[in-house]
């Protein structure tokens, strides 16, 4: 039986989380050991030399930003004139029937 223990110490099999990370740029050559990871939320963009594990910007690139998911949805319309009810996509709406939603929202 195996158990996990969230915050333990880090069994030395696991991928890095920048491999996965929306703000990492990864450059591989054609052995093993050529690798660069570059983090683009630091400051000073140095190289990161170690797996990392644990990261609080860590951003998925494999599930869809705020932005992306805005941009591809469906907003519910009426019009009183016309007595119509429909689905509009949110990016074909003037920016002024548009109301996006901060980053913030869903911290």
Do not use: Q
Request: charged share 35%; proline share 1%; hydrophobic share 30%.
């Amino acid at each position: 039986m195996r158990l996990k223990i969230h915050g333990g110490t880090v069994s030395d099999g696991e991928t890095s989380l920048c491999t996965t990370c929306r703000s990492a740029t990864i450059i591989r050559g054609a052995r093993l050991s050529n690798e660069i990871i570059s983090c683009g939320k630091r400051m000073v963009r140095d190289e990161i030399t170690f797996r990392v594990t644990s990261c609080t910007g860590y951003s998925d690139r494999r599930c869809a930003s705020l932005y992306d998911m805005e941009d591809i949805a469906w907003v519910l319309r009426s019009d009183a004139r016309t007595k119509k009810i429909g689905f509009v996509r949110a990016r074909d709406l003037k920016p002024a029937d548009r109301h996006l939603l901060d980053e913030d929202d869903y911290s």
